[in-house]
């Protein structure tokens, strides 16, 4: 399972905390709302965000605030969505190159991958 | 800043740095971005991306976006110092929903030899409210400009009709001296000498002088009753026009008073009045149906004026907006009361309009019509909520017509 990989929320949907855990990029699950269910190993290394932190709450705004504008919550407002695109995050405040995949399936999940990129 | 040591420091840090709602940005005197927040991330990716450039140099983007910040951090000398304090920016963004004016605000701080603190905020909604406020203030003072106009026009006017109605009556005071009864001394003397005449010069020509008579007779007071019809019709127009004019003096006069004892029907008659040559016009009919004893309310007559020509207004506009497709265009008023409120419905069978332009309709600045301020049906409201009511308005679609329904609570 890559980052890249077609069709992968299907595949997300299905698998255990455990699996998504030893993906080498970062899963994050949320409900329509926003708010997170899942926060995998990956990404709490990638943003220093411990999986305790993120749970439960808001992702756009109290999880990684950065990522709240037109470019990545807003995509979440179409009823589908499978996009990749470049951006940026922070490690505390260490600016940090990422790709980011926004996925929002029709079965009330929507998940943002997050994969580190060199330079 | 002391060392980081724990897990829970760390998580302590990051959830402060990530609710600092603003931007904190450091570079090196390259621009080359050294850390960041999660409010400058949030701020700066959109303008890096609709820059198309990578998000790593922050001087490549003011290169663009503020020429201007560049040129003052070149020439910023001291080791360290505040460079820019405070400084509004405006730029473009091209967005989802097309492009829109941006306004940001810049502090710049020098920390070091190699070390620029940028310092920044999105400040777009607070600017945007602010220029509403501007507009709204400069509407106030064109409204108190337009009074005095006004009152000043109305004391012209006034003077012009008092002297066009004396001049009237003067007219027709002339055409009372008319030679009529002197032409019928001499048809009737005609009349009586018939047969002498008749002997001087032959029947045919003393019956012609007779006929002649008659018809200048007729002719002259077919004349004079038409005079005297117009005449009439004239005394009435300028009656129409003082009556307007003594309403529209009590509103201006009145505008700063207290709060009064008012009745709600005679100032919906007085809005009419003056709406009434537009209606007719456009023969747009008119209902209104009140019952004589109203209970009266405290308020201010001159604004509540100022609502219910508005509200006609609109209903008119809406009413010829939509324009041939009605057959009849009607706006029907109807007031009633209980014991605890009185209810004012306008209803018109204009354009009406759909549910997502109805919820904007009350908001100061929103507007449809192409010359509209957007503070009509804004300003209706504050007044009727001043004096403890409730406005509403609504429309079964587009070309379904408008009811806006007003509450007095008494």
């Known amino acids: 399972m890559t980052f890249n990989t077609p069709a992968i929320g299907e595949w997300l949907d299905s698998n255990s905390e455990e699996n998504l855990d030893s993906l080498p990029f970062g899963v994050v699950k949320m409900d329509y709302h926003g708010i997170v269910s899942l926060y995998n190993q990956t990404q709490s290394d990638l943003s220093g965000v411990l999986k305790e932190n993120a749970i439960g709450k808001h992702f756009f705004t109290q999880v990684a605030p950065c990522t709240n504008n037109f470019m990545v919550s807003e995509k979440y407002h179409k009823e589908q969505l499978d996009e990749i695109l470049p951006y940026m995050f922070t490690y505390i405040t260490k600016p940090t190159p990422v790709d980011l995949r926004l996925i929002k399936g029709s079965n009330g999940n929507q998940y943002l991958l997050a994969q580190k990129r060199a330079g | ?410």
């Open chain 2, 1 to 410: 800043m002391s060392k980081i040591s724990t897990e829970d420091q760390v998580q302590k840090m990051l959830s402060i740095i990530y609710q600092i709602p603003i931007g904190l940005v450091e570079t090196d005197l390259d621009g080359n971005i050294v850390e960041m927040n999660a409010k400058s991330i949030q701020l700066l990716m959109p303008l890096f991306f609709s820059n198309k450039l990578p998000p790593t140099n922050l001087h490549q983007l003011l290169e663009i976006l503020a020429p201007e910040i560049r040129s003052m951090v070149k020439s910023f000398i001291p080791q360290n110092g505040n460079v820019i304090n405070q400084l509004r920016l405006e730029f473009p963004l091209n967005g989802n929903e097309g492009t829109k004016t941006l306004s940001y605000v810049f502090s710049i701080d020098k920390l070091g030899e190699n070390s620029l603190m940028y310092i920044f905020n999105d400040i777009t909604e607070f600017y945007q409210k602010e220029k509403l406020l501007d507009q709204v203030s400069q509407e106030k003072a064109i409204e108190q400009n337009k009074f005095e106009i006004a009152s000043g026009v109305l004391h012209d006017v006034g003077n012009a009709v008092v002297g066009f109605a004396s001049y009237i009556t003067q007219i027709k005071r002339t055409m009372e001296n008319n030679d009529i009864a002197t032409l019928e001394n001499l048809k009737g003397f005609v009349e009586k000498n018939q047969a002498s005449l008749s002997n001087a010069l032959g029947e045919k020509k003393s019956m012609a002088i007779t006929e002649l008579l008659g018809g200048v007779i007729i002719n002259q007071k077919d004349n004079l009753d038409y005079v005297k019809k117009c005449m009439a019709d004239q005394v009435n127009i300028i009656g129409h026009v003082q009556e307007i004019l003594n309403i529209q003096r009590q509103y201006v006069k009145g505008r700063h008073t207290e709060r009064a004892t008012i009745n709600i029907r005679s100032v919906i008659n007085d809005a009419v009045a003056m709406l009434s040559g537009a209606l007719e016009k456009n023969n747009i009919v008119f209902n209104f149906d009140s019952p004589a004893n109203l209970p009266q309310i405290k308020g201010d007559r001159t604004k509540l004026m100022q609502v219910f020509l508005n509200l006609l207004k609109n209903a008119s506009e809406s009413i010829l907006n939509r324009g041939d497709k009605i057959d009849l265009k009607e706006i029907s008023v109807s007031v009633s009361a209980d014991s605890d409120k009185i209810i004012v419905s306008i209803k018109d069978n204009g354009s009406g309009f759909d549910q997502k332009t109805g919820a904007s309709l009350f908001n100061r600045g929103y507007t449809t019509k192409s010359e509209g301020t957007g503070l009509g049906l804004a300003n209706c409201k504050s007044i009727i909520e001043s004096h403890h009511g409730e406005i509403t308005l609504a429309s079964e679609g587009v070309d379904r017509g408008a009811l806006v329904t007003i509450f007095f609570n008494l």
